[in-house]
């Protein structure tokens, strides 16, 4: 069937509305990220990172216009049909940037690495909102997908700024060090975007309900199960299997992949689940009060402002009382506060001179109602979240991030506090006058220090909480700190490697080296050098003995054409092949392997005796040894070193009676679980099910880049992942989160139940 013309327009006008959206939010994102650059800067961090960070503003201060510049000019030419050519933007398209280039092999790989990032993350935020927008705009131009280069793609708009990036002469690493900002701007508007365009088709009765099985084909082969699907239908019906699964449903089982039992859908940590909630929530207060609070911060009204003053003194002399007089808190203290907090409502509302005021303030309540009664947070610290219902209460009046999105730094600090304390009753863990309960003492008591800075106060706490709880499972908690020591040499030994691996290829590219030695030195001499230098240190005498062993053994293994030089590598041999020998004992290699290493090494030898080997120069070997003497001035910034899975040496061999590798076992996990695996927090508890045991764990330590991921129980077993594995634990469900929800998202969803059982509690 072919479309009319209405409906072609009805198309044409809808990407023109979604160009003009972005088109008109382009300077806020730049102006956005160019703020965080400078947060960045200001933060502490060891020198070398601030250099970098200092460099990547500079850099993005100088090329920010032109990449605007750039991708406004894509853009504009997409309005007139809403397609982008593939190739855009070339360099010479952004009159008077900063220098002309050509894009050599690596930089177009990194550009596509970059580009692909950035679609994920928006796809991750707004899948259903694209998804939704997605299957409308085929039915309006009828045919079976959106054209590859469609403005509306996340993928398409992910390469106009990456590309433009680069036109703008911007470099690679500045966006590495900016990109979680750069995600962030862009995956919001996206899914602000894409709902507004849902919003304009529905309003023009496209599609108003989408039923998914009309878009599942199958051939009249397949239907008797003959026959195998064609390769459009199998698409098609993964994309509804991928749109069930984003909606909370079942998830599509594959030969290789075990369902995950969680009820967070496909992505695994429930956000998008979170934010449907929220946009309920915010609909029903639009319906009863106004839709102004969402528009925009607002300051909080002078009456109930010094109310809410007056309330949370209140609430502090009375719960520090309780705290400092040791007197029980059980089910009837809980009752007595809620009633008092209850009371303490009525006079805010009145308080109030805003519809909008008083509906936030019955949110609020109801938020912390679910929250003071959850038994899994310790009485101990449940006073401490009560007096936090204040401060959250103006922030939430004067800001409507809180009720719009989960990544407000209220909610973030509550989740985080939640998420680490509700462990602990589970397992009879102590925690009242502990270490944790005075730092989320110290907490609450900063954000009431500070009642004007809205969120900044709790986003600032918030950061510190997190590095206090990497501290405290590294330094204070008896059960982590073992374990989380191990893992930390475990990464040090692997990053090590990495470098060395790193730095010996780039100084025997050019040196004539046998193949049976230069894999040595790379598969095996690199984590011997690792290992020595996370034992003895990177200046000690085992280490140049190391690094002496592999300039003996190179020169060893080059042409010998006389017979004096022949003579001298039969005298060095025995105490060369010892030192091996030694070295490898030191990382771990067994005996019989051991063998094989050297039986490989004697082959390259008697090469290089029957001169079938190149020859190296006394001046050349000197050279390199140099070069091995200084290697670790040389190495690669352990900040700039990307850990692939494929570098890393097998980890089984850190495996010890303190320290469990999970090397094997999941199942294969889908870009939503990685990205999952690589955002769980430190503090938060988990179930694990591996070697015939089914504990309870917390994670405990996440290491650079979030390669590796350490999880103790309370009696003290330290079990070590690797991203990869850690999703494929994910994938299966043999690693889930304790808590089904976190703290925030079950109050949202207690909060919005009473609220539609009675929506006029809103403003009484």
């Not at 600090?413 to 009242?432: H, K, Q, S, T, W």
């Amino acid at each position: 069937m072919v479309p009319d013309t209405s409906t072609m327009e009805l198309a044409a006008a809808l990407r023109r509305l979604f160009v003009d959206a972005l088109l008109r939010s382009l300077p806020g994102i730049v102006q956005s990220v160019g703020k965080g650059a400078r947060r960045l800067v200001e933060e502490l961090a060891a020198p070398p990172t601030m250099a970098r960070r200092r460099a990547a503003e500079d850099d993005f201060k100088s090329g920010a216009a032109f990449w605007l510049e750039g991708s406004l000019m894509v853009l504009r030419h997409a309005l007139s049909n809403g397609l982008v050519p593939a190739d855009v933007p070339p360099s010479s398209t952004v009159q008077g940037g900063r220098q002309g280039f050509s894009l050599v092999d690596n930089e177009t790989i990194e550009a596509e690495i970059l580009s692909s990032r950035l679609a994920l993350a928006i796809k991750e935020r707004a899948s259903w909102e694209f998804n939704d927008l997605r299957l409308r705009m085929v039915f309006l131009e009828r045919r079976d997908e959106l054209d590859v280069n469609d403005v509306l793609r996340p993928d398409v708009v992910a390469r106009i700024a990456v590309s433009s990036w680069r036109a703008a002469g911007l470099n690679h690493s500045t966006w590495r060090i900016l990109q979680t900002m750069l995600h962030d701007e862009f995956s919001l508007f996206a899914a602000e975007a894409y709902h507004e365009a849902n919003v304009h088709l529905v309003e023009r009765g496209v599609l108003p309900k989408i039923d998914l099985r009309p878009f599942v084909r199958r051939s009249a082969q397949n239907a008797g199960g003959l026959a195998r699907p064609s390769v459009g239908a199998f698409v098609e019906t993964r994309f509804v299997q991928d749109r069930v699964s984003s909606r909370g449903g079942l998830h599509p089982v594959d030969q290789d992949t075990r369902p995950v039992t969680t009820a967070e859908g496909a992505t695994g940590d429930g956000r998008g689940h979170v934010e449907a909630v929220l946009g309920r929530l915010n609909r029903l207060i639009g319906r009863h009060a106004s839709d102004s609070r969402l528009a925009h911060p607002h300051p909080v009204s002078s009456d109930l402002n010094a109310a809410i003053t007056r309330v949370q003194q209140d609430l502090a002399v009375r719960l520090s009382s309780v705290g400092q007089q040791g007197q029980p808190w059980g089910s009837q203290g809980t009752a007595a506060l809620l009633d008092e907090l209850r009371q303490h409502r009525q006079g805010l509302k009145e308080s109030a001179s805003t519809a909008d005021e008083r509906a936030t303030i019955e949110v609020v309540a109801l938020l912390f109602q679910s929250i003071l009664t959850e038994d899994r947070i310790p009485a101990a610290v449940r006073l401490w979240f009560a007096r936090l219902q204040m401060p959250v209460l103006r922030v939430a009046v004067g800001e409507p991030d809180f009720f719009a999105t989960t990544d407000h730094p209220a909610r973030r600090l509550i989740d985080c506090m939640g998420a680490c304390v509700m462990g602990f009753d589970a397992n009879n863990m102590p925690l009242e006058g502990g270490a944790v309960e005075k730092e989320i003492k110290r907490v609450v008591q900063v954000v009431e220090a500070y009642p004007d800075t809205g969120s900044r106060v709790f986003q600032t706490v918030l950061t510190e909480f997190e590095r206090f709880l990497e501290h405290y499972f590294q330094n204070e908690n008896e059960a982590s700190r073992k374990g989380v020591s191990l893992a930390e040499q475990v990464e040090q030994r692997e990053t090590l490697a990495i470098q060395f691996t790193i730095e010996l290829r780039k100084m025997l590219d050019e040196v004539p080296v046998h193949d049976g030695v230069r894999e040595f030195l790379f598969q095996v001499w690199a984590d011997v050098l690792a290992m020595t230098a996370v034992k003895s240190g990177l200046q000690s005498e085992d280490i140049k003995l190391m690094k002496r062993a592999a300039a003996d053994l190179i020169w060893s293994a080059s042409a010998k054409v006389s017979h004096e030089e022949r003579a001298d590598v039969i005298r060095r041999l025995p105490p060369l092949l010892k030192v091996l020998r030694e070295g490898m004992d030191r990382s771990g290699v067994g005996r019989a392997e051991q063998d094989r290493h050297i039986q490989r090494l004697n082959q390259s030898l008697a090469a290089a005796f029957t001169a079938r080997t190149a020859t190296i120069s006394r001046e050349r070997l000197d050279q390199l040894m140099a070069r091995l003497e200084t290697l670790e001035e040389l190495l690669p910034d352990v900040d700039d070193l990307e850990i692939d899975e494929s570098l890393v040496l097998d980890l089984s061999a850190h495996e010890s009676g303190d320290l469990e590798v999970v090397a094997g076992g999941g199942s294969t996990p889908t870009p939503a679980m990685t990205a999952w695996a690589r955002e769980l927090q430190v503090g938060n508890w988990f179930m694990l099910d591996y070697r015939n045991s089914n504990d309870s764990v917390q994670l405990a330590w996440r290491g650079m880049h979030r390669h590796l991921t350490l999880f103790v129980s309370p009696q003290g077993r330290a079990i070590l992942f690797q991203q990869q594995r850690l999703a494929a634990f994910l994938q299966a469900g043999l690693l889930s989160p304790l808590q089904d929800e976190s703290l925030m998202e079950r109050a949202t969803r207690s909060a919005l139940a009473k609220l539609e059982e009675n929506p006029s509690q809103l403003l009484n």
